[in-house]
């Protein structure tokens, strides 16, 4: 780490950091109910009125998630200078305002008009923001608990929201249906983003801010953590929309492949606890690299063994335990490494191409399993993860060398 710590926010006490993590916790548990897990369940009843094909509908979202990673940094430096308050406060009365301008929607064209948006809103409230929040708000040894009640609340957001919009549809229509969501997220949101979320204190110069984020993008370290999120993070969207699908390739009934899909989850809570659990005792890129690991050996296992019950459900709970560690490893990397003076803005720069992997790497998996297979699609997502999982250990030796004071090579550019 480089010491940077000044910027970090006055919080008078542990009620005031409990408040934080709660309203972060129930936010973030919406954010991503309303802005993200929803849309799925619009689709059906979208194509019927909107005369529109699945793939229409679908690029609507994933255009939602290229427009976050490409105001991301933008966002983490509004962050860095100002705190989360008034920029989440903002993010989440327009992502409601979104949500009811969807519900109004006639045509594709507004509906991609409408997703721009929600993108635009999701950078400003959903994890990358909330995460700059705790990492400024809370010192080193409650960032990790911080981060890990947050992050395990609002796993359970599409367990919560996927039945509860569909409930919402069946009995009121998708319009009305996106009216309601749209009110119940600004009223639960903006007042807990204005009182709870407290802005800068006293945030470093801007100087010292981008010489803190100069020096990282002229450090190796740095690229290895993109390479490492990059590479774990496109693997991740590929199960997460592709799974289901090869389950059922493989010969299993639907509402197994789904029941089975669905442990990921749950799975990826585990996987956190057990991650900030470990953290005591090994360094937390080691710690995410086997995570990694374990997973490429997920991904391999599935077309071996996956025509099985036991095969199939051994290969997605391997895999679900790595699902969620990252989202909780690269805050604390980052933190640790970097320090919170220009934390959000790095971030941000991460962010910028790990989401686009996120968004890209399904429409491409699914280019690949057309022409290829799914077998070639798995050995592609255990490849991946394997180079997250080495980018990840050899970040952590870098680390271990300067802290020794070993001599190194030059760093490139």
């Known amino acids: 780490m480089n010491g940077h710590e000044p910027g970090v926010i006055a919080v008078p006490g542990p009620r005031s950091q409990a408040r934080v993590v709660g309203a972060l916790a129930i936010t973030q ?61 903002a993010g989440s009365l327009l992502g409601g ?91 639960t949101a903006v007042p807990l983003h204005a009182l709870a979320v407290r802005g800068r204190g006293s945030p470093s110069p801007p100087a010292e801010r981008r010489e803190i984020v100069g020096s990282a993008l002229r450090e190796r370290p740095f690229w290895l953590l993109v390479a490492a999120f990059l590479a774990q993070t496109g693997a991740v969207a590929v199960m997460g929309v592709l799974l ?64 099985s019950r036991a095969g199939a459900v051994a290969g997605v709970v391997l895999f679900g335990l790595g699902f969620g560690v990252a989202t909780i490893a690269r805050p604390a990397l980052l933190a640790d490494r970097y320090g919170t003076a220009a934390y959000a803005t790095l971030n941000g720069t991460l962010a910028l191409p790990v989401t686009m992997a996120k968004a890209v790497a399904p429409l491409l998996s699914a280019a690949v399993a057309q022409v290829a297979g799914y077998p070639a699609v798995m050995a592609s997502v255990a490849a991946a993860c394997v180079l997250g999982a080495l980018s990840l250990v050899a970040y952590d030796r870098y680390g271990r060398a300067r802290e020794q004071g070993d001599a190194l090579p030059a760093e490139p550019t």
């Open 29 to 89: 548990t919406a954010g991503y109910g309303v802005l993200y897990y929803a849309f799925s369940v619009f689709i059906p009843p979208m194509a019927r009125d909107l005369r529109a094909g699945v793939a229409q509908l679908t690029g609507a979202i994933t255009l939602s998630v290229l427009v976050s990673a490409l105001v991301a940094p933008a966002v983490g430096r509004l962050l860095d200078r100002h705190g989360g308050r008034a920029l989440m406060t």
């Open 244 to 307: 289901v699908t090869y389950l059922i390739a493989l010969g299993h009934p639907p509402v197994f492949a789904a029941g089975v899909a669905g442990l990921l989850g749950v799975l990826s809570v585990t996987g956190r606890l057990v991650t900030t659990g470990l953290q005591g005792r090994w360094p937390v890129a080691l710690i995410t690299a086997a995570m990694f690991a374990v997973q490429g050996v997920a991904a391999l296992l599935l077309p071996l063994a996956g025509d």
């Open 97 to 187: 305002l979104a949500v009811l301008a969807w519900s109004q929607v006639r045509t594709v064209a507004q509906l991609y008009l409408v997703c721009a948006v929600l993108g635009i809103a999701s950078a400003m409230v959903l994890y990358e923001a909330a995460f700059a929040v705790i990492v400024a708000t809370f010192d080193a040894p409650r960032r990790a608990r911080a981060l890990l009640a947050v992050t395990v609340v609002a796993g359970f957001a599409s367990t919560v929201f996927l039945p509860l919009t569909g409930l919402l549809v069946d009995r009121y229509g998708w319009r009305h249906a996106l009216a309601v969501l749209a009110a119940g997220y600004t009223l």
